[in-house]
């Protein structure tokens, strides 16, 4: 049997076991409608409440300002929809910055056609956003900041508690795409002023299709859904009911031994980055060496496409990406590693390796091995390496 690595898990996550084996009762034998009123209904409801507690713990939020969702990326949209909506009388502007995942970008996107105005903040080389450009960028208008806890391609983590407290000073409703950095980093939405939260339970070794966000208390947002009572009436539609119970235990694991988790996965990112660089010239490392994910590994390689590497280490059995899971289909190059200043020809050569709870030593030095023949391989191909190698053109 062929060996099979996986590290992209910053595109998604196994199942873990213990999920699975919490989640599977409710496809069968605890198959009722959480609103019904009968015995099977009630218990689909009691196990939809659990893990809205599970997930208020982890945040320190209360238990009724958890909403569940269809993931990360229907949070965002109603997050961000549902202030500006609801408050459109009072300001439309927003502020957010140029490396947000998609879900936010687009949105914002989407609402300045309906008349909001957007500034999208500039970011350093290493992808963290200028707190004092930010104060800058608010006007009177200013009724959302949206800035995204932890950057799903180059890892970079935002200072989010300084953040959440401009907004707070300002009295601007502050949301945060927490998708990467929930089940990696502690968080409390109560200290760090936050107001609206998204996260996704197929990153953090849960079942894909469920997310949630998390509403302050008396934050008032429009809905996005209509049609039903579900959710206290502000997201409609029959409950997920399994993978709700498996968002709720996905969440409550990845904060069992935190600490000795990320120590585990900081040791193999560590050591994945110091044979890369030991191994290979003419490479990047892109965002923070040190405020960054602890799985978390992005290099641009020159002369070479990310595609063909990406190609490459699929034929070995090692699963990889060149970014976003959700732009994996696009020809051009990533918006994040354009807006760090890495030119067209760099961010085109860019890989992401993302290692998560099951990925072992063995594994990172047998990537390390395969990755540097690759590079070789196709760098030798190139004309452009070639050309820099004898300096003739």
């Known amino acids: 049997m062929r060996k099979y690595i996986y590290m992209d898990n910053a595109a998604t996550t196994k199942v873990r076991k213990e999920v699975l084996d919490e989640m599977l009762p409710y496809f069968s034998d605890n198959y009722g409608n959480p609103s019904s009123i009968y015995e099977l209904g009630s218990t689909s409801r009691v196990a939809v409440e659990k893990a809205r507690e599970q997930v208020a713990k982890v945040l320190n939020a209360e238990k009724n300002e958890i909403f569940f969702t269809a993931g990360g990326s229907e949070s965002d949209n109603w997050a961000i929809k549902g202030v500006a909506l609801r408050n459109k009388e009072k300001g439309n502007h927003i502020i957010t910055s140029k490396i947000e995942h998609h879900a936010v970008l687009h949105t914002c996107q989407y609402l300045e056609k ?22 800058a960028a608010i006007t009177d208008n200013t009724i959302l900041i949206t800035i995204m806890y932890a950057n799903n391609e180059i890892g970079t983590i935002q200072p989010i508690e300084e953040i959440g407290k401009i907004a707070k ?42 997310g949630a966000l998390y509403i302050k208390k008396g934050l008032r947002l429009d809905n996005l859904i209509e049609g039903g009572a579900q959710e206290r009436n502000r997201r409609a539609g029959t409950e997920n009911v399994q993978g709700i119970v498996g968002l709720g235990k996905a969440i409550e694991l990845a904060y069992e031994n935190l600490d000795e988790k990320n120590e585990k996965i900081i040791y193999l990112r560590d050591r994945l980055m110091n044979k890369i660089e030991e191994n290979l010239d003419y490479i990047r490392l892109n965002g923070h060496r040190t405020k960054r994910l602890p799985g978390n590994v992005n290099y641009s390689f020159e002369f070479i496409e990310g595609e063909s590497i990406l190609l490459s280490l699929d034929m070995e059995g090692i699963a990889a990406s060149s970014g976003s899971a959700c732009t994996s289909g696009s020809l051009d190059p990533s918006h994040v590693l354009l807006a760090i200043g890495l030119p067209h020809g760099i961010a085109h050569g860019s890989l992401r390796l993302s290692l998560g709870i099951y990925n072992t030593e063995e594994e990172v030095d047998y990537v390390v091995g395969k990755l540097v023949e690759i590079v070789d391989r196709l760098r030798n191909m190139s004309p452009l390496f070639n050309e820099r190698k004898t300096g003739v053109k």
């Open 114 to 135: 309906h008349g909001f105005e957007v500034t999208y903040l500039d970011v350093d080389e290493y992808g963290l956003i200028d707190l004092e450009e930010l104060k």
């Open 169 to 210: 000073e300002n009295n601007i409703i502050f949301h945060t795409d927490a998708v990467q950095a929930i089940g990696s980093i502690k968080i409390d939405v109560k200290a760090m002023n936050i107001d609206l939260l998204s996260l996704s339970a197929h990153k953090i070794y849960g079942p894909k299709g469920v």
